[in-house]
């Protein structure tokens, strides 16, 4: 595939950003995917220490137009080991998401250390995510690559992941760069019922983090369980090619269109 943009977003100082055709949604090319919104947040958020972004929790009020926006950020709750900063993301003076991100200084190694549980291999071959939809910006700014499940079937699924452009325009990727842009895609990869008939609505996205990414690819092991009410919960655990590193869920609004 041809890249389709510099980055996510190109910067224009202050806190001002303009986000490019690869942050574009699959149901509005006005809107944007809440992937790289969420990430610009945290990636914000973080910049301010050396710790770990360990959760990082975003808000959505409502479809976040693709227009030109300003991220202010702000300490909660200062601290050398542990720290919450809020990120708010405004577009034309109107707030459209808000992430808090609390994040843990690492330290020495304890006695007990988790065994890592590593996925299988990155299949050789990519595809697309929604085959059904015509090309959008978000789905041809990532590499897709099935271990379980596929883009044809409804219900639970384990793609490979691989960000293939910046966030910002002149900064490299990060670990957790890489781990939030995909993440917001869980529970389109884990829908349970038809995208043509059915609406999945997550107002938010909390990802559980104990480490950086490692390398380029990010692993997304995802399920959606819908209740009787309308409601519905898609979690997903999150590795990279040496093993489990976190946790992602959304909340979901299921409504037929």
Known sequence: MDEIAEAFYLPLGEGRFTPTRATESPWDVGAQHGGPPSALLAHLAAAAGDQQPARVSVDFFGAIPRQELTVEVSPVRPGRRIDLTEAVMTVGGRTVAVARVWSLAPGPTPPVVTP???????????????????????????????????????????????????????????????????????????????????????????????????????????????????????????????????EVSQPLLVRER
């Open 116 to 246: 890592a549980v590593v996925p299988p291999p990155v299949p050789a071959e990519g595809t697309v995510v929604f085959p059904g939809l015509p090309d959008f910006g978000y789905q041809e700014a990532l590499d897709w690559r099935y271990t379980a499940g596929s883009p044809e079937q409804l219900g639970a699924a384990d793609v490979w992941t691989r960000v293939r452009i910046p966030l910002v325009a002149g900064q490299e990727l990060t670990g957790t760069d890489r781990t939030l842009i995909a993440a917001d895609a869980a529970n389109g990869i884990s829908v349970e019922l038809p995208l043509e008939r059915w609406l999945s609505i997550p107002p938010g996205m909390t990802c559980h983090l104990t480490r950086e990414a490692e390398g380029e690819w990010v692993h997304l092991s995802c399920a959606t369980r819908l209740g009787g009410n309308g409601l519905g919960l898609c979690t997903g655990t999150i590795s990279d090619t040496a093993g489990v590193y976190g």
